[in-house]
T-cell receptor
Framework: RKEVEQDPGPFNVPEGATVAFNCTYS??????FFWYRQDCRKEPKLLMS???SGNEDGRFTAQLNRASQYISLLIRDSKLSDSATYLC???????????????FGKGTKLSVIP | ETGVTQTPRHLVMGMTNKKSLKCEQH?????MYWYKQSAKKPLELMFV???????ENNSVPSRFSPECPNSSHLFLHLHTLQPEDSALYLC??????????FGPGTRLTVT
């Protein structure tokens, strides 16, 4: 099982729709979780952190399910400008006691259609 | 945004050239990273520096040579590259193992 997995999509949704992405991770010792957004030919930009209690920022809601080892991102009332690739990132332990490293998923492509 | 800057933004080089990519972070972070992102491929972590010390080298060919003179600056020295090395090279920084912030990247083309 890969460390961090995402459905690559593409997800093609109409404007105004609600869309959800999941991201699974394999290491139960992972501690921090994030969603990034990457536009075509640009760098990834931090969208939001994912907390155990969930996190909401406007139309975006991120949740963590530790028992099933996945995080989710929900986008409500999709806008054309939401079209991008969404990357999840998971803080996983690696060699060295107490050392963690951010591992990125391959990303899920979203296209919001007029 | 001026948090993490990278120069040059675009670079075309021949296979026999030597060039360097520069990254600078103005966020007071103590960790810096080099990533490679090829067309339609995921991010590939190349190097990690914590407090100027290299802590990770993900089996990167020796034609890529990183240098971290201080916690704010990171270089990637390139020599005798191959066409398949053409990609977007991204620098990122973080405070310990927290969320990472990326620079705009250098789009490299090897001819």
């Amino acid at each position: 099982r890969k460390e961090v997995e995402q459905d690559p999509g593409p997800f093609n949704v109409p404007e105004g729709a609600t869309v959800a992405f999941n991201c699974t991770y394999s290491n139960s010792a992972s501690q921090s979780f994030f969603w990034y957004r990457q536009d075509c030919r640009k760098e990834p930009k931090l969208l939001m952190s994912v907390y155990s209690s969930g996190n909401e920022d406007g139309r975006f809601t991120a949740q963590l399910n530790r028992a099933s080892q996945y995080i989710s991102l929900l986008i409500r009332d999709s806008k054309l400008s939401d079209s991008a690739t969404y990357l999840c990132a998971v803080n996983t332990p690696y060699s060295g006691a107490g050392s963690y490293q951010l591992t990125f998923g391959k990303g899920t492509k979203l296209s919001v259609i007029p | 945004e001026t948090g993490v800057t990278q120069t040059p933004r675009h670079l075309v080089m021949g296979m026999t050239n030597k060039k360097s990519l520069k990254c600078e972070q103005h966020l007071g972070h103590n960790a810096m990273y080099w990533y490679k992102q090829s067309a339609k491929k995921p991010l590939e972590l190349m190097f990690v520096y914590n407090f100027k010390e290299q802590t990770e080298n993900n089996s990167v060919p020796s034609r890529f040579s990183p240098e971290c003179p201080n916690s704010s600056h990171l270089f990637l020295h390139l020599h005798t590259l191959q066409p398949e090395d053409s990609a977007l090279y991204l620098c990122a920084s973080s405070q310990t193992s927290d969320e990472q912030y990326f620079g705009p990247g250098t789009r490299l083309t090897v001819t």
